[in-house]
């Protein structure tokens, strides 16, 4: 069985700092997503990773895919409160049939 | 365009109840899979369904079962309930199986079982 470890489970930040939420598994992924959800709401997809090393940047969000292709992290430059959310990571099997999830990230932004 | 909807937004159910849970994909969306996230915790996957067949299967009881019209809509089924699968039951779509192009969900089915 494939497990995600997200870590720290709750994060509290005030407005303008930077953080880094971590993505751990002793699997291999074909893929690497991250999520953010609202309370009531369903996941919404912010960034698909696919290449071990991979780094994208979605304005204040960089997220990096490790070169094994085992672990990824988030790290938000400059907090603002419109980011606080669950922030979840999945990882893709390469069957291509589903997304195994961590347990998610709380992120509380305070102004 | 219309994202994908799900149906009830929330149920409230009696122990050894029968529910039935639908969505609706994107426009254009053959996939559909079924998650289900426990409070606190996150999302685990169901069943997945193109072209009207299975492609996978996560961890759970026969009494969980789906099916995909030729419309591409799905149900998500689940017999005789119990305490614990009160959850947030998402759907999500996406043109084809195949995780790397992302999923879209719905906003969930919130059940509740007494």
């Known amino acids: 069985t494939q497990l995600l470890e997200q870590s720290p489970q709750f994060l509290s930040i005030q407005e303008g700092e930077n953080l880094t939420v971590y993505c751990n598994s002793s699997?291999?992924?074909?893929?690497l997503q991250w999520y953010r959800q609202e309370p009531g709401e369903g996941p919404v997809l912010l960034v698909t990773?696919?290449?071990?090393?991979e780094v994208k940047k979605l304005k204040r969000l960089t997220f990096q895919f490790g070169d094994a292709r085992k672990d990824s992290s988030l790290h938000i430059t400059a907090a603002q409160p419109g980011d606080t959310g669950l922030y979840l990571c999945?990882?893709?099997?390469?069957?291509?049939?589903?997304?195994?999830f961590g347990e998610g990230t709380q992120l509380t932004v305070n102004p | 365009d219309a994202g994908v909807t799900q149906s009830p937004t929330h149920l409230i159910k009696t122990r050894g109840q029968h529910v039935t849970l639908r969505c609706s994909p994107i426009?254009?969306?053959?996939?559909v899979s079924w998650y289900q996230q426990v409070l606190g915790q996150g999302p685990q996957f169901i069943f997945q369904?193109?072209?009207?067949?299975?492609?996978g299967r996560g961890n759970f009881p026969d009494r969980f079962s789906a099916r995909q019209f030729p419309n591409y809509s799905s149900e998500l089924n689940v017999n005789a309930l119990l305490l614990g699968d009160s959850a947030l039951y998402l759907c999500?779509?996406?043109?084809?199986?195949?995780?790397?192009?992302?999923?879209?969900f719905g906003s969930g089915t919130r059940l509740t079982v007494v």
């Open positions: 999500a779509s996406s043109l084809v199986p195949g995780v790397n192009y992302g999923y879209t």
């Open positions: 699997s291999v992924f074909s893929s």
């Open positions: 990773v696919v290449t071990g090393g």
């Open positions: 999945a990882g893709g099997e390469a069957s291509g049939s589903r997304l195994t």
């Open positions: 426009s254009g969306h053959k996939s």
């Open positions: 369904y193109y072209e009207k067949e299975e492609r």
